[in-house]
C-alpha cells in the first residue's frame, strides 16, 4: 500500500472523487449504514438491496465530507457491487485504499468511514432478515472513537 506524507493523490483517487460511481440512494434498500466521524463532521451513508442468495444487487452511497471520503466510498461500493455479504464483510478500509493506489497519511482515517458504512449496512440487513452475520460486529456510529483514547465514550460494546 502506498501512503505518501505529503498531500498527494493518486489518478484513482482524483478519478473517484471527480466522477463518483453509484451516488445516490436506493429505496427500500436491504439495509442502510450511516456513520460519521465527529472529529471532522464528516458522514456517510451505504445502501444494499441484496438478494435472496445473499448477493449485492446494487449499492448506493451519499457522504458528506471530503475528497478522500467521496473517492473511498465510490470505490468501496465498486468493490462489493455483484459481490456476496461474506466479500463485503471481508472488504476493509486497506483494500479499498489499494485499490486506489493509497491515500496521503493524513487521509487515511477517511477511509474507515467507507468500511464502517459498509459493515454498519450489513448490520441493518442482518436486523431486518433477523439473521446473524459471521464475524460482523455492531457498528459504530462515530468511528472517531477508534482514532483517540477514548476519553468521552461510555462502556460501549468493544473488544
Ligand atoms: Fe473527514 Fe476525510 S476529513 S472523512
Excluded at 8 to 30: C, L, Q, W
Excluded at 51 to 68: L, M, Y
Aim: charged share 30%; with cysteine.
Amino acid at each position: 500500500m502506498n501512503t505518501s506524507t505529503k498531500l498527494e493523490y493518486s489518478e484513482k483517487v482524483v478519478d473517484h472523487f471527480t466522477n463518483p460511481r453509484n451516488m445516490g440512494s436506493i429505496e427500500n434498500a436491504s439495509g442502510v449504514g450511516t456513520v460519521g466521524n465527529a472529529k471532522c463532521g464528516d458522514i456517510m451513508r451505504v445502501y444494499l438491496d441484496i438478494d435472496d442468495g445473499g448477493f449485492i444487487r446494487d449499492v448506493k452511497f451519499k457522504t458528506f465530507g471530503c475528497g478522500a471520503a467521496i473517492a473511498t466510498s465510490s470505490m468501496a461500493t465498486e468493490l462489493v457491487k455483484g459481490k456476496h455479504i461474506k466479500d463485503a464483510l471481508a472488504m476493509t478500509n486497506k483494500s479499498v485504499m489499494d485499490a486506489l493506489d493509497g491515500l496521503p497519511q493524513v487521509k487515511i482515517h477517511c477511509s474507515l468511514l467507507a468500511e464502517e458504512a459498509m459493515h454498519a449496512a450489513l448490520w441493518d440487513y442482518a436486523q431486518k432478515k433477523g439473521i446473524t452475520i459471521e464475524g460482523l460486529k455492531k457498528p459504530k456510529s462515530d468511528i472517531h472513537e477508534d482514532e483517540h483514547d477514548h476519553d468521552h465514550v461510555a462502556e460501549e460494546e468493544e473488544d
